[in-house]
Nanobody, 119 residues
Framework: QVQLVESGGGLVQAGGSLRLACAASGSIFSINPMGWYRQAPGKQRELVAGITRVGTTNYADSVKGRFTISRDNAKNTVYLQMSSLKPEDTAVYYC?????????????WGQGTQVTVSS
């Protein structure tokens, strides 16, 4: 059973930094695409950053140049380094793993971690 556990959220002032981590279990982590999504109050969940099994990354335009996604396959962990944080980055951040199972890609989610950026 796939399980994702996020950590590293918290309260930070604008301009500050945070690093989120997501520990995965129950899957062949090293072959699966991973991503970070976020959901602010009253808004839809949106992709923040993604990383493929070979390390190719993609980012939302709003975080390019400020956020960096990385993965450590030896530790079954994906990270999101967030710098130059803005109040509009405030949201619950969710880790996502895509697993190819029963002929299709299935999405698994962590429980989320709150990031609050004060102005």
């Amino acid at each position: 059973q796939v399980q994702l556990v996020e950590s590293g959220g918290g309260l930070v002032q604008a301009g500050g930094s945070l690093r989120l981590a997501c520990a995965a279990s129950g899957s062949i982590f090293s072959i699966n695409p991973m991503g970070w999504y976020r959901q602010a109050p009253g808004k839809q969940r949106e992709l923040v950053a993604g990383i493929t099994r070979v390390g190719t990354t993609n980012y939302a335009d709003s975080v390019k140049g400020r956020f960096t996604i990385s993965r450590d396959n030896a530790k079954n962990t994906v990270y999101l380094q967030m710098s130059s944080l803005k109040p509009e980055d405030t949201a619950v951040y969710y880790c996502n793993e895509q697993v190819f199972k029963s002929g299709r890609w299935q999405h698994y989610w962590g429980q989320g971690t709150q990031v609050t950026v004060s102005s």
